[in-house]
């Protein structure tokens, strides 16, 4: 178990925190382009316990700026994209859309705004997603990894932003370590529950002889020995550090990007490559995407438990809102875990020192072309159908 205080270290995500300083050094996705083409421009985004406004700027490019105006905290939201900036609609001060400075303040005395600024994020666009860094200096920031999904220009693809999550991010990404849960929860629940899963959820219903993890300059890796009538060794796609989980899906490869929105609130933003016959090869900023909202007054006893998804979701909430890691009982199935949380921790010392994080970081251009992990995953089962495991 942890300490109180550990378990804030891990799981507080705003500025100023340890883990959301550490966050904060790797990019984040934000958005599908898609949502802000054409007329719309502008897009009120929380994330990392920040509120934002992403904007399309005249040029095309994008900027993140942060959404209240320090004159009397208007949304800028609400305000006026120009060349060279954005204008509060409250009184029009205008702000430097790069470096986040005031240029102007209408009816103040002049040159008086001198010093005043707001918080501007660099953002980038990949694979039909806007990314930003909210990191200190941008200068120090990495590479945007161009993940094998995302670099991939010969198979169409798809984005879902999946319903916001009513609980902390770090028991999402921690149920990416835990490499048993897929017995019962998947597996036994397919089966006792005669859900739509259980054709699909035979595969991790076998009986499990052991299990392992190793680290990697990606994340964690975790192999499972699976025994009875059909005996494998299965070498499970890796948990990307820090919050990324790489996973086939059947014919589909994706990746799931858990996004903090704040402490008590995740994100989980899904991209896949799909077969050539399911749709033509667009432009990243054609790639089709769907953003989910749950039904209204939906709880969590009422959860589709039809899908891996649903499935994971339930226990993911049911944690609370924060996981009190305080009154756990860990086993030796938890080792994975153990190893994502120290890997968390000492990176986490890394930022406090002032220094850079060193895992899933990339600075090198010829290996960013398209980072690939054909030796850390194999495809994981023969079926032909696609699934959505955890």
Excluded at 53 to 62: A, N
Aim: glycine content about 8%.
């Amino acid at each position: 178990m942890l300490s109180q205080e550990q378990n804030d270290r891990l799981t507080k995500v705003g500025p100023g925190t340890p883990c959301g300083e550490l966050l904060r050094r790797y990019w984040q996705a934000l958005c599908p382009v898609g949502e802000l083409l054409g007329e719309k421009r502008k897009k009120r985004i929380r994330i990392l316990g920040e509120d934002l406004v992403v904007y399309r700027k005249d040029d095309g490019t994008f900027s993140a700026v942060q959404e209240q105006c320090p004159h009397r905290a208007a949304s800028l939201y609400f305000g006026f994209i120009e060349p060279d900036g954005i204008r509060c609609c409250y009184h029009g001060w205008k702000f430097d859309g790069t470096t986040g400075a005031c240029v102007e303040r209408p009816f103040e005395p002049k040159g008086a705004h001198a010093g005043i600024k707001i918080t501007t994020y660099p953002v980038q666009q990949l694979s039909g997603l806007l990314f930003v860094y909210m990191g200190p200096d941008p200068a120090k920031a990495p590479l945007l990894p161009r993940w094998d999904v995302l670099a991939n220009t010969t198979l169409p693809k798809r984005i879902l932003v999946m319903p916001d999550h009513k609980c902390n991010w770090l028991q999402i990404h921690e149920n990416t370590a835990d490499s048993v849960h897929t017995y019962y929860l998947h597996g036994h629940m397919s089966k006792v529950e005669h859900l739509a899963t259980a054709e699909i959820g035979v595969f991790f219903y076998r009986p499990i002889q052991s299990y392992d993890w190793s680290t990697s300059e990606w994340g964690v890796e975790k192999t499972i020995v699976y025994g009875g009538e059909r005996p494998e060794i299965e070498v499970r796609p890796p948990l990307v550090f820090p919050n990324i989980l790489r996973i086939p899906e059947g014919p589909v490869e994706a990746v799931h990007f858990r996004i903090p929105i704040d402490d008590e609130h995740t994100r989980i933003i899904w991209i896949g490559t799909l077969p050539p016959e399911a749709g033509p090869v667009t432009a990243d900023v054609d790639i089709p995407f769907e953003i989910q909202h749950d039904a209204p007054n939906l709880t969590v006893e009422n959860v589709d438990l039809s899908t891996f998804y649903g499935q994971d979701r339930v226990v993911w909430e049911t944690q609370g809102r924060i996981a009190d890691r305080t009154r756990e009982t860990l086993g030796a199935s938890d080792r994975g875990i153990v190893l994502f949380r120290r890997m968390l921790d000492e990176q986490i010392a890394r930022v406090e020192r002032g220094e850079e994080p060193t895992v899933a970081v990339v600075r090198d251009p010829e290996k960013n072309r398209s980072i690939n992990f054909e030796n850390a995953t194999k495809p994981w089962f023969g079926l032909d159908q696609a699934v959505a495991a955890s």
